[in-house]
């Protein structure tokens, strides 16, 4: 198994464009996601992204607000309890962004869909709902025919509809350990991530913890994504602040809402954009961002022990610097 | 008056949910509602989220997501959508589910999606205001056996028809779920801020069922956008009882819902 | 969450009948399979029944050769290394037992459709082959076109088949530990256990270990049979037994082919059931029919470090006994 | 000769594996060849099982199953069917996936199912041999860039037209894949106890490629069911290195195969 391991910056640089159709995850508004890959693509200004993602996250209010996006395709636009997404709706209501609507599940069987190479996903949701009737789209047809199109079961002759299956060109998943293969561990649920991983066309891991493969041998069954469906490996802890990483940290309540509150109009963006990206380069810089003690009462909750079982097996920062160094994009002496 | 509208919705909510069933919430007070009705009637009542968390009580206070780490931490098992919404919600096995609306119309159709300034579905722009969409709420609708929804009772959210249907309810009433197949009985209740709206059984329009006791008849049919109907035997919801209120307040334990 | 605990002779009394459709998994031919159910559902004499597999067992060898099935829908009939399965080829050649040919994916997607209430699921495997063309079920229609019928793609008019769904009465999944109400982790591969849970009507657990639920609460992540969805479990260590359950036995070599052998014939097939089934009725005579010395082999092997996180919560013996004792089933009164 | 029959087919199956494949193989033979090319030529090929077993070598001799303790003891990763035979194999990510054929015709077509009395296809009885059925044969079949076929040289078994078409190769030759939109190339080999074989690039019939030294062109015509073509430059496979045959010996280190 080759060692994948990647800096952040590199990671983007190599793995993503301007105008690609790029997917998160979980993508959940509070829970784990790949928040620091999105900073990243914003400090490099990538532009136009057709983001898939199964709901809303502050990496898609950031990027609705930070104009690196212009269509999303997702369930959900909210921040659950932490309220509407500013950046999102500023952008959706003044038709900058364009953002068509699935649900919770039709994102998960698109993934799927995707994963297995089949034409359509048939589904039994969404149909006779204004998500198979309006297209965001396609906003000169009502009802729309072309998006969940109706399809005929063959054994009873029934009507259900049909859901385009989707494979994004790359895939970023933040996840709780992983080998520097890629062998990754989650805790907490998986959402679409599981499906998400299969569908697209590459993968990138973002990763709270690297862990010995020796883990990896330890759990076999935790490992949802083996390494041979993934590209690349960034270590990155509290990669998903402001939002919480299961058996790791808690989401931040403040930055939650501080963020939700910048990104609510463009000032602020500009703002957050100068206090919460370029004020750092390094993860020793990120750390300092989110305020070490700030990490540290994060850490300490309620999930905690659910990281027990492993923590003997996580590498220090140390240890992955020597890692990084023996990885394969190292070798191959592709640029920093 | 010794509690709140909210606490009426999420008490009355909460006495929808049966002692075994299999219940699905989103967050904040259809959760609140779920976990007091499991506290209080309910013990073998099961909730499950939308991504697949199973077997779970919050700790430290009401999650801020259905993926949050205060659902997190007690679970006994962590799966997917697929797996939740697919195989317990979408294929019929869930006994009810809580969802919001920001609009409804009288087929128990919820909006979640945005307000469009034509009245017409037939908006071919971006909305003047953007919501939440789905989430899971459609699958919700579509599968689950009974469906509770919960909104704040104004005119301009108790419309004729809604400006997107999210979620269905019985579409254009009667019959016309029928046409999709779906496994789910469709909405059995709107509990509002000032009481409890049933479907007809055979038009499936929604009709005034009860009233709080701090709201009535009248204030029930000037906050409807369509002429709502009255149920022969309408009555008041009784009040929240000392054990209710007490179970329910223990639930939110930092008071998230309180505030509001 | 209620304690299911179930005897075996309690549980196929009371969830199984003749003629129903019943499945068992992950029925691999060497693999974790639910075997000691049904060596009892021979002893109860089940008859008719309609096999759902995902692959040939020594339990389908089993109940082609002693008739307790007469349809198997399958993707495989052999034993692997193991040889042909002589109980499932006798019966198939003689036209005792109809045999329905599938393919690995394709039952687990039926599966995964029975479960998602789909009405078909599209493959884009199968079709062109015989296991479209041929059905053992409809013997007079050649091409068949209704087992696999074509399905038309709504996105761009290509043709694809549409599997037909299964939704088994009762599935008896074999499961490497499970807690007293039916949070199962399995370890090894799933093959369809996660989908074959969810298609069933009822599901029965034959678990190797009851562990206490904290163990579960420490690895909910590897909980992929959540107790929601399980009606009953059985506690029965070796359960799989002469086939391997990994982290705990190996597969038995001498009583594979033993078995096997036996069962190539209705005499030596009469000699088994005598030998194997009604040999005992304790769980304590069960492990004298397997042996005292080859049990304690069979489980010192190569993945037995896979067992150790979880060691320190299993239930002894004793413990089961007491926690029987609490069950929903004794409570209710059922007859024993 | 210092090699059984079995060892060369073995060693020539293994040549096909190329460094950095991904790669799916039954039991017995076909595993043997799988894991002789990764220790010996490609060691970056990486190997999957139909259940979902990933990173894993055998340990304790060749495995008796896909599922057993030998190959699931040092396992980087466990999922399941729809993960290995669905997301990798049918999707067409596994570039190369070994299978064995009780019977083989001339366009490829794999028949492990059974031997019916009639000689059509159309046999409307249970079969007179009943063999194994797929298993994930036929995905990998449909699915995989490369496949390979492993069969006995035997007249029966190399049939103008298989009885039943358990995994298809070219069906009735030419472009006939291309109805079935599959995403796999086809056969690219049938390596056989005599030698080996490979389509012809536009009609799909399967020719005389090159044979064993043990073996010769005339063996192969003799006992092949249809006319067997030959190519131009059919020639002898070079013979096991020493190299080769030790590393074959040492993952079957029980002689599971070395017994047949």
Known sequence: MQNKLISLSKAVEMFTRDGMMYASGAGLPVGSESIVFGREMVRQKRKNIHYIVHSCSQQVNLFCAAGVCDKVEAAFSGLEVYGFANGVRRAVETGRVIWEDWSNLSMSLRFLGGALGWPFVPTTANIGSDIQHKSAFQPDTFPCTTKIPEITDPFTGKIYGALPVVKPELAVIHVTMSDVSGNAILLGTEWGRFELARAAQKVVLQTDYIVDTACIRQYPNLVRIPEVIVDAVIPWQLGAWPQCSVGVYDSDEDHMNTMNRLLGSDEGCAKYIEDYIHSWRTHDDFIKVVGKANAQKLMNNVTSHLLAPYRSWIKSDGEITELMEQSLFEKKGSKT | ?260
């Open chain 2, 1 to 260: 008056m010794n509690y709140s509208k909210q606490e009426m919705m999420a008490v009355a909510t909460g006495r929808e949910i049966c002692d075994g069933d299999l219940c699905i919430f989103g967050v904040g007070l259809s959760m609140l509602a779920g976990y007091f009705a499991i506290a209080h009637h309910a013990p073998n009542a099961r909730a499950i989220t939308e991504g697949g968390i199973y077997g779970s009580t919050p700790v430290g206070g009401l999650p801020w997501g259905i993926e949050d780490n205060r659902i997190s931490a007690n679970a006994t098992c962590f799966t997917g959508a697929i797996d939740a919404l697919g195989f317990l919600v979408a294929s019929g096995r869930c006994d009810i589910g809580i969802i919001g609306a920001a609009q409804v119309d009288k087929y128990g159709n919820v909006n979640t999606t945005g307000f469009w300034d034509k009245d017409s579905r037939e908006h071919r722009s971006h909305p003047r205001v953007r919501l939440n969409g789905s989430g899971g709420a459609n699958e919700i609708g579509c599968g689950c056996k009974r469906v509770v929804i919960m909104a704040a009772h104004e005119k301009k959210r108790f419309a004729e028809r809604v400006d997107y249907i999210t979620t269905p309810g019985y579409l254009e009433g009667g019959a016309a779920r029928e046409r999709y197949h779906f496994v789910g009985g469709g909405p059995s209740a709107i509990i509002t801020t000032l009481g409890i709206l049933r479907p007809e059984p055979v038009t499936k329009e929604f009709m005034l069922d009860s009233y709080f006791s701090f709201s009535s008849i009248e204030e029930m049919k000037q906050q409807t956008g369509w002429n709502l109907k009255i149920f022969p035997d309408a009555k008041a919801v009784p009040e929240p009882l000392t054990r209710e209120l007490e179970i329910l307040r223990s639930i939110d334990s930092t008071g998230m819902l309180k505030k509001k």
